[in-house]
C-alpha cells in the first residue's frame, strides 16, 4: 500500500528539508580555515547572540512561512490544470518572474529597514547580530523582519509569477539554498553560485560589516537594484595574514 504525498506538502516542507540539510553541509565544511571569510576566533567574538537563540528564530520563521504556503496553496487550488500545459518555457518564464519580484520586494523593504532608524533599532537590527554570518542563521530575523521580508516577498514571487505548488517546491528549494550560501561565510573553489551570480557569500558579508552597512541591499539573487540606486560596493578578496581570506571594499570606497 503506497502513501502519496502532495505537491502542496512537498512544497511546504522541503524549503525547510533543504535549509538545515545545506547548512549542515557547510557546518561541516566550516572547518576549512583558509576558505573562510573570517576566523572561527571572530564568529565567537564578534557575534551578538548565541547559537541556540539563532535556531530557535529560524524555527519560529519557518513555523510561520509554513503556515501561509499552506494558506496559499489553498487559495490557488491543486496542478491538475496547470500540468496540462506544461513548458520548459512557461517554467523557466515563472522562475525568472519569481526572482525578479523576489529580488526587487527584498531590495526596497531591505533599505528602507536600514535608513529607518525605528525598524532598524527594534527590528532589523537583530539580523545584525551575525556580524559574522554562518548558513543556518540566514534566515535569523525579527518574527516582524522574517514575517515582511521573506514570506510576503515569497508569497507575492508565487502569485505574481503564476507557478503551480509543485513549480515551487524546487523554485523555493532554490532560493534557499542560495540564501543559505550568501550566509555560509566560506569561498570554495568551484561553487557555481559564486560562478553565476555576483551576489555570493563575499558580497553579503561586506553588507554585515559597519562599513558596508548602507551598501549591498540587493538579496538573494542579483545586484542591479544596488547598480541602478548607487548602494553598490565592490570589493576584493584578499588573504588573511592569519589564514583565511577576507571581502574588503574597493580603494575608492576606502577613501571615503
Request: glycine content about 6%; hydrophobic content about 45%; proline content about 3%.
Amino acid at each position: 500500500m503506497g502513501f502519496a504525498v502532495s505537491d502542496e506538502l512537498l512544497g511546504t516542507v522541503a524549503p525547510i528539508v533543504v535549509y538545515w540539510l545545506y547548512s549542515g553541509i557547510y557546518v561541516a565544511l566550516s572547518s576549512l580555515e583558509s576558505y573562510r571569510l573570517h576566523s572561527k576566533a571572530e564568529e565567537e567574538e564578534k557575534n551578538l547572540v548565541s547559537k541556540s537563540s539563532v535556531v530557535k528564530g529560524v524555527l519560529l520563521q519557518q513555523l510561520v512561512q509554513a503556515v501561509v504556503a499552506i494558506i496559499l496553496f489553498t487559495i490557488t487550488g491543486s496542478d491538475a490544470e496547470v500540468d496540462k500545459k506544461f513548458s520548459l518555457l512557461v517554467l523557466a518564464r515563472q522562475f525568472v518572474t519569481a526572482m525578479i519580484v523576489l529580488d526587487t520586494w527584498q531590495y526596497f523593504i531591505h533599505r528602507y529597514m536600514h535608513h529607518n532608524k525605528f525598524l532598524y533599532k527594534h527590528i532589523h537590527s537583530q539580523h545584525h547580530r551575525l556580524i559574522v554570518p554562518y548558513a543556518y542563521g540566514a534566515l535569523y530575523n525579527h518574527p516582524v523582519e522574517g514575517l515582511l521580508l521573506d514570506t510576503v516577498g515569497g508569497a507575492l514571487s508565487f502569485l505574481i509569477s503564476g507557478m503551480s505548488p509543485r513549480t515551487s517546491i524546487f523554485f523555493f528549494s532554490f532560493a534557499t539554498i542560495k540564501t543559505v550560501d550568501d550566509h555560509c561565510g566560506l569561498w570554495l573553489p568551484g561553487n557555481l553560485f559564486h560562478m553565476v551570480f555576483k551576489n555570493n557569500s563575499a558580497y553579503h558579508d561586506v553588507h554585515h560589516q559597519l562599513y558596508g552597512s548602507k551598501f549591498n541591499f540587493s538579496q538573494p539573487f542579483f545586484v542591479v537594484w544596488d547598480r541602478i540606486l548607487g548602494t553598490y560596493m565592490p570589493y576584493t578578496l584578499e588573504k588573511r595574514t592569519d589564514g583565511g581570506l577576507e571581502a574588503r571594499p574597493t580603494k575608492e570606497f576606502k577613501d571615503d
